[in-house]
């Protein structure tokens, strides 16, 4: 790895860990293209590169996941039962879904990122807000059953979840916005831990992985963003703590139209830097 790689790397995990804690993202939209093009650029192939970035990303959203949540309990606004019972279930169904993203191709997994995540903003973009405020739900089953897919995804999609997750606690579970946000890093240290596991277990013996790798999680690219990522975690949540719901609403839905945009590939194929 090039100094020029360690630098990008560096401040890609100081953008990830903000907005980890003020989003409550994993911050992959972030990670996945840049670790991409490093990876790349070093000469690994396509197809290993892309779930090369999704086994990492997975190993940086644990502990800025922790982090975050860390910072949001302080403030009061965890549902650690909630968290508990869909973590669980999640970090079980994202091994599982990272064990099939290990046989799928890149290219096939990159578009369907992105179809997610833009199918998920314009729901919540379109999404009329009740007149009156309704209760969260508080029904173990359905928890359930919303992360079994969740978890899937994780593991499949190498990304903290978050950018499904919110919407569904928001629009499905009548979560306020600062505890879904808040929730939603708990649960994703569950699941990162499920999905982290899978892409080590169905990575080991793969031929062309870079130096400091076991399996399909890169040590050196996750300590470089992590370094970093953690931090600024703890920035981002009490940055968080001084916005109103709405603006953390339409921040959030916009990130997700760029980063849904950015992985089915609409940006380059127009020829924009972005």
């Known amino acids: 790895m090039e100094l020029s790689h360690i630098i990008i790397l560096l401040a890609t995990g100081t953008g990830v860990g903000f907005a980890s804690g003020l989003l409550g993202l994993g911050g992959a939209f972030i990670m996945t293209p840049v670790q991409y093009i490093v990876f790349t650029d070093m000469g690994i192939s396509a197809d290993t590169a892309i779930k090369l970035a999704f086994g990492t990303n997975l190993l940086v959203v644990l502990p800025t996941a922790a982090s975050g949540a860390w910072r949001h309990h302080r403030e009061g606004v965890v549902w650690w039962r909630a968290a508990i019972i869909m973590g669980s279930c999640g970090l079980i169904c994202a091994f599982g879904g990272a064990a099939l993203a290990a046989h799928l191709p890149g290219l096939a ?141 339409y921040i959030f839905i916009a990130v997700m139209f760029y980063m849904g945009l950015k992985m089915i590939g609409v940006f380059e194929w127009l020829g924009w830097p972005m």
């Not at 508080?138 to 499904?164: E, H, K, Q, R, S």
């Not at 606690?169 to 916005?177: E, R, Y």
């Open 109 to 249: 997994l990159k578009i369907a990122y992105g179809a997610i995540v833009l199918l998920s903003g314009l729901r919540m973009l379109t999404a009329r807000q009740p007149h009156i405020e309704q209760k969260p739900v508080d029904n173990t089953w359905l928890w359930i059953a919303w992360a079994i897919p969740l978890g899937v995804m994780v593991g499949m999609l190498g990304f903290g979840g978050a950018i499904v997750m919110i919407p569904i606690m928001v629009l499905a579970l009548k979560f306020k916005m600062h505890n879904a946000i808040a929730t939603s890093l708990a649960v994703m240290i569950f699941t990162s831990v499920g999905g982290v596991v899978g892409y080590i277990v169905n990575g080991i013996g793969v031929a062309d992985l870079p130096s400091w790798s076991i399996g399909y999680v890169n040590l050196t690219s996750w300590f470089l963003l992590a370094i970093t990522s953690v931090g600024m975690a703890q920035v981002g949540a009490i940055t968080a703590h001084k916005l109103p719901a709405t603006y953390l609403k």
